[in-house]
């Protein structure tokens, strides 16, 4: 395997800031695919700022970001609150990139194992096997 069979296997995705996803779609080549920055946890509701899984569709997004660090310590999005937008986003059929890591603190006290297997059993408790198997194929996780 050469380097040019690796790039035709992997997904480009870029992730521009919401208000600009339909234009950056437009604009990238069909081979290229955009994803959101987020998305809510569940469907419809007043949720001011937020962008639902449902719109996401609608627009042809396919990718959404999800767990990135600054939406887990800004607005303190438990490990929990994330798997419950991972579940969602995957039922709703995003693929998810899932973020995992720790903080700064975290890594100085070592505790990174701990933190990050926190986060990412959150994510898998919401599976059954089948969905397991649906996970894999449609979500990446992502150590930041």
Do not use: M
């Amino acid at each position: 395997t050469d380097a040019s069979t690796i790039i035709l296997l992997a997904e480009v995705v870029v992730i521009p800031p919401s208000v600009f996803l339909s234009v950056v779609k437009s604009l990238l080549r069909p081979d290229f695919h955009v994803a959101a920055q987020n998305c809510w946890v569940k469907k419809g509701g007043a949720f001011t700022g937020e962008i639902s899984a449902e719109i996401l569709v609608d627009l042809g997004i396919p990718w959404v970001i999800l767990g990135h660090s600054e939406r887990r310590l800004l607005p303190n999005e438990s490990n929990e609150f994330v798997g419950d937008k991972v579940a969602y986003a995957l039922s709703q059929g995003l693929k998810v990139i899932a973020c995992v890591g720790e903080t700064l603190e975290q890594r100085e006290s070592g505790s990174t194992l701990d933190v990050v297997a926190a986060q990412t059993k959150a994510i898998a408790v919401k599976y059954t096997v089948f969905v397991v198997y649906h996970f894999v194929a449609h979500a990446v996780a992502f150590y930041e």
